[in-house]
């Protein structure tokens, strides 16, 4: 060392041309992967990278850490609630499924699932499937009770919900494939195919009573509130699964125009099967 002043000290970069601010605040939502509204009427939200749960307030956009770091999650992937009000968990790094009470103690639920992603309730049952080839889908008793696999062989399962029809509905990312089976057992179908990336299904309620699934596909840049990829849509209303055509078309996922324009140029691959397709309820003229 030569004791003269360089460029570089301990208190950072100097430059006298040259000055260095921010532009932006930091993001609060960093890391973010699965949402989940919960009885508050709040979006919960699972920061995978930050190791944290958060829940924004849609009026205001308040945000509020309500799982913070130092707890015993560790890499909260997804959530779910409860018809209690309790949030359920998938800790992806180490392998647990939690429960976290409306009070805020937490109880592990389960260590036995591997690389646990997709969690979803359906009333007071809970379900969990694994990320990983060969992966599992099964159902979990936070009161005690073994483990009980619905079905094996997913090839990297991912963010899963309950369809109208009462059938578990769940991707397949690496075949990139939407499967359904019902939540008491049975044979697994597959009710699209050729989706880009699926990392996620999910139903909403669209005009005259029919239910769209949409199928979210894994984004390279941080996904924008009102634009996304065009989803693969299957309606109900027609017994047909939909997919879209591989390319980057996007459109406003807000406008139902929109949503409707992108399931005009979608291909029909499949119908559902006899056993689900009752439930549909026809949209009302």
């Known amino acids: 060392m030569t004791g003269r002043s360089g460029r570089y000290e301990a208190s950072g970069v100097r430059s006298t041309r040259w000055q ?18 919960g009885p508050d009427g709040r979006l ?20 509020e850490v309500v799982v913070p770091p130092d707890g015993p999650v560790q890499s909260p992937d997804d959530l779910a609630f409860g018809t209690d009000g309790s949030m359920y968990i998938a800790d992806l790094v180490p392998g647990r499924v939690w429960r976290r009470s409306p009070d805020g103690g937490y109880g592990l639920v389960s260590d036995e699932v591997k690389v646990p992603n997709g969690i979803t309730c359906v009333g007071d049952r809970l379900f969990v ?10 159902e979990l008793f936070p009161e005690g009770g073994d483990p009980v696999v619905l079905t094996d062989g997913l090839a990297l399962g991912n963010a899963m919900q309950l369809g109208p029809d009462g059938c578990l509905y769940y991707p397949h990312m690496v075949s990139r494939q939407v499967w359904r089976i019902p939540p008491d057992g049975g044979v697994p179908e597959v009710v699209a195919e050729d989706v ?21 596909p894994r984004a390279s840049s941080p996904a924008s509130t009102c634009t996304a990829r065009a989803p693969a849509r299957w309606s109900p209303a027609v017994s047909r699964a939909w ?4 390319s980057t078309r996007r459109t406003a996922c807000s406008s139902p125009a ?28």
């Open 20 to 37: 260095a601010r921010r532009l932006n605040s930091p993001n609060p939502l960093w890391g973010s992967n699965g949402v989940a509204f």
């Open 44 to 63: 919960y939200v699972a920061q995978f990278l930050a190791g944290q749960i958060s829940a924004v307030d849609p009026a205001t956009g308040d945000v």
């Open 129 to 138: 499937n694994e990320m990983r080839m060969n992966g599992r889908l099964l």
């Open 196 to 216: 880009h990336d699926p990392v996620a299904v999910r139903f909403d309620q669209g005009a005259a009573s029919c239910t769209s699934c949409h199928v979210a």
């Open 243 to 246: 997919t879209t055509p591989r």
């Open 258 to 285: 929109s949503r409707a324009a992108a399931s005009r140029n979608c291909t029909p691959t499949a119908a559902p099967a006899p056993s689900c397709r009752a439930a549909w309820t026809a949209p009302t003229a």
